[in-house]
Nanobody
Framework: QVQLVESGGGLVQAGGSLRLSCAASGRTSSTYARGWFRQAPGKEREFVAAISWSGGFKIYADSVKERFIISRDDDSNTVYLQMNSLKPEDTAVYYC??????????????????WGQGTQVTVSS
């Protein structure tokens, strides 16, 4: 089992920045990919960004490309999402995800077997 805990969410004005963290515990390993997803009120959960097990391959949703940066620190089993130039449409609950069978970053929800509880990000206009 792997437990994931997100932190770093909050309220920020448009144009501002936030950094989300996702700490893993339990049967952790540096050899699997990690991802970030988000869910806005009344909408389905959607892909945001993901990073390969090595950290050398990263993918992003078109809506956040050039603004968000995903990174990982395997010494602390933590994945980060640096969010810059935030927009009101970025408002959502952000979830981190992992799967012990995934090496390459995935965009699909069902590729991930472990999920955090989510952290709220609210961007005011």
């Amino acid at each position: 089992q792997v437990q994931l805990v997100e932190s770093g969410g909050g309220l920020v004005q448009a144009g501002g920045s936030l950094r989300l963290s996702c700490a893993a515990s339990g049967r952790t390993s540096s050899t699997y990919a990690r991802g970030w997803f988000r869910q806005a009120p009344g909408k389905e959960r959607e892909f945001v960004a993901a990073i390969s097990w090595s950290g050398g391959f990263k993918i992003y949703a078109d809506s956040v490309k050039e603004r968000f940066i995903i990174s990982r620190d395997d010494d602390s089993n933590t994945v980060y999402l640096q969010m810059n130039s935030l927009k009101p449409e970025d408002t959502a609950v952000y979830y981190c995800a992992a799967d012990q069978t995934l090496r390459s970053p995935g965009r699909l929800l069902d590729e991930y077997g472990y999920w955090g509880q989510g952290t709220q990000v609210t961007v005011s206009s």
